[in-house]
Structure formats: structure tokens, C-alpha cells
């Protein structure tokens, strides 16, 4: 009953009556993390409290079951707990146990994080549902505390030479994370409108951030950060050069679609190696791939003889037979 996955506009669990990150409403879900594309207004959702905090309430499930980080709770005579991600506050793996079989989600993932010596623990499994952004094998990215190195130093370059730097990010998840792992270089920041209800719900869901302003044309000798997509205010400032801090980095044509100055494949999501890691790591005998370069990744796992397939691709396949 625990092997039996199935791909219907997200991930389901048709023995436990559980979907995970569906892309449409449904009665019992799970929500990973509290970025707009996992987050729905499902009848009852189930999420870490800091995910809720920060989902707008325009996209908040009509109900809830908050459970916090390994704690198990019973859902249909199974097991199920949730486990830090390290993508963003609030992310969560979500680990199904039951007659024996153990079934491991990851959401959005990330292994190593900024700042840390400890990497995001992956538990063992049978089965494991794997979120495959950057499931191909030219995404492979830098030491994440050698990239916020290098990003402290260009900021500082620029603000020296009387240029704004301005840092291009999701304004929910990677804008906070950027302030705090570049707050101890001594910067102070300036926000693009968008990014300060996503900077005040950080706050208030138990993550106190550097000081910060809102950007208002002047950004005072501060880093401003700002989402990637449209950047008129940013215009504004007269003198400033941009940068993309994304895994993105590594598509050339992605960076020149936001015309960016220069990137830094700073990501909150696994590369193609911390991908295979978590794969090995969870020691899974089935691994199912979701989201980004699924097709890519599985093929590249049954090439080291892992039992693996794409859920999407799955599914197209027994609507044509």
C-alpha cells in the first residue's frame, strides 16, 4: 500500500489518503514549504508552523494540522513525520512508515546550507519521492560559504566605488537567507517593495533578520535585493550593477533573460551530486523523480543501476495505454 504512488496533478498516496504538493485543492495534503507554487487552499493541510506563517492568506489552506520537526503523528495506522529540508524556514521532508515500509518525500531540498557544518539529514527509505530541479549533470555548483564569500566581496566593490549592488532573489525564502548569511560582512540592506511582506513574515514566523529599509530610489549605501523580474524601481537608482543569485547560474540563457551583470549559483535547492547523495543516502530501492529534470535524472539513475522513473511521465504513459 506504501509503494503505491501516483502522479494526478501532484504526488498521491491513494492507500493513505494523502497527496503531497499538489498543484490543485484537495481535501488532505501536504505542503512542503510556503513558496506559491507548493502552497494551496486545500481543505486541511498539513505543514510545519512556520510554513503556515508564512503563506499569504490569500493562498492559506482553509484548514490545518501543524506538527513540528520529528514529531510523529498516526494517519491511517501509519507513521508520519517531518524532517528539516534546508531550503528555506519551515521546509519539510516527510517520511511515511507503515507494516514495515517507509516512504521518504523530500519537497524542495537542499543538503548544504550557508553558514553550517551539519548537512540536511536524509533518513532511510524504500521509497523515495525526489524533487529534481537540477537533475541534470552541468548543474553542479560551488561551496555555498566560498559563493557568499564571493558575493560579500562584489557588494563591497561595489558600494566602494559609489554603485549600488543589487542582488537578484526570490523575495520569499532566498532574500532573507541572503541577509543573514551576508550580515556578518557588516552590510545593511535596502528591500524592493516586493520582497518586504515576504522579510516581515520571516519575522514574524520566528527568524529575526538584520536591520533593513524599504527601497524608496535610494539605496544609501546598502546591498538591495530584489526578485528577478521586473526591475523598474531598481532603474532608479541611477548607478548600480545586478547579479543573479540563483542555480540558474549555470544556464547562460536563463542569466541573460533577467539581464544580469554578473550570477553566482548561490541555490536552495540540491545540484545534480547532492541529488545523487540524497538517493544514496536514503538507500531507496524505488526512487520516483518530481518537478525540473525528472526524465533527465531518473535515466541518469538507472544508468548506476537504481530502479528509478519519472511520476509525470508515468502517469502519460497509462493515460495512452
Not at 551576508?182 to 528591500?191: Q, S, T
Not at 524592493?192 to 519575522?203: D, F, H, I, L
Amino acid at each position: 500500500m506504501t509503494r503505491n504512488v501516483v502522479w494526478d496533478h501532484g504526488v498521491s498516496l491513494p492507500g493513505h489518503r494523502l497527496w503531497l504538493d499538489p498543484l490543485v485543492v484537495r481535501s488532505f495534503a501536504f505542503i512542503s514549504h510556503a513558496h506559491t507554487d507548493h502552497a494551496r487552499r486545500h481543505r486541511e493541510a498539513l505543514l510545519t508552523p512556520q510554513t503556515l506563517a508564512l503563506i499569504p492568506e490569500a493562498r492559506r489552506p482553509r484548514g490545518w494540522r501543524m506538527l513540528g520537526y520529528d514529531e510523529p503523528m498516526l494517519r491511517d495506522h501509519a507513521t508520519v513525520t517531518l524532517l528539516p529540508a534546508g531550503h528555506m524556514l519551515g521546509s519539510a521532508q516527510l517520511l511515511l512508515e507503515h507494516d514495515g515500509t517507509s516512504l521518504l518525500y523530500t519537497g524542495d531540498i537542499k543538503l548544504r546550507v550557508p553558514g553550517t557544518r551539519q548537512q540536511t539529514h536524509v533518513p532511510k527509505a524504500h521509497v523515495l519521492i525526489v524533487e529534481t530541479t537540477y537533475g541534470r549533470p552541468h548543474f553542479r555548483f560551488g561551496d555555498p560559504d566560498a559563493t557568499v564569500e564571493a558575493i560579500a566581496m562584489w557588494c563591497r566593490r561595489a558600494l566602494d566605488s559609489r554603485v549600488a549592488p543589487v542582488l537578484l532573489c526570490h523575495a520569499l525564502g532566498k532574500t532573507e537567507e541572503m541577509m543573514l548569511a551576508l550580515a556578518p560582512y557588516g552590510f545593511e540592506f535596502a528591500l524592493e517593495k516586493r520582497c518586504v511582506p515576504c522579510a516581515e513574515s520571516y519575522t514574524g514566523a520566528g527568524r529575526p533578520l538584520p536591520e533593513w529599509i524599504e527601497l524608496d530610489g535610494d539605496a544609501r549605501g546598502r546591498v538591495v535585493i530584489a526578485p528577478p523580474a521586473g526591475k523598474d524601481e531598481v532603474r532608479r537608482l541611477g548607478r548600480y550593477r545586478t547579479a543573479l543569485v540563483s542555480g540558474w547560474a549555470k544556464d547562460s540563457e536563463f542569466a541573460r533573460l533577467f539581464g544580469a551583470d554578473t550570477t553566482f549559483d548561490l541555490s536552495d535547492h540540491c545540484d545534480f551530486d547532492e541529488l545523487m547523495d540524497v538517493v544514496e543516502r536514503s538507500g531507496a530501492d524505488q526512487v520516483y523523480t518530481v518537478h525540473g529534470y525528472t526524465e533527465d535524472f531518473a535515466r541518469s539513475l538507472r544508468k548506476r543501476g537504481i530502479r528509478a522513473s519519472a511520476l509525470e511521465a508515468t502517469e502519460q504513459l497509462q493515460l495512452a495505454l
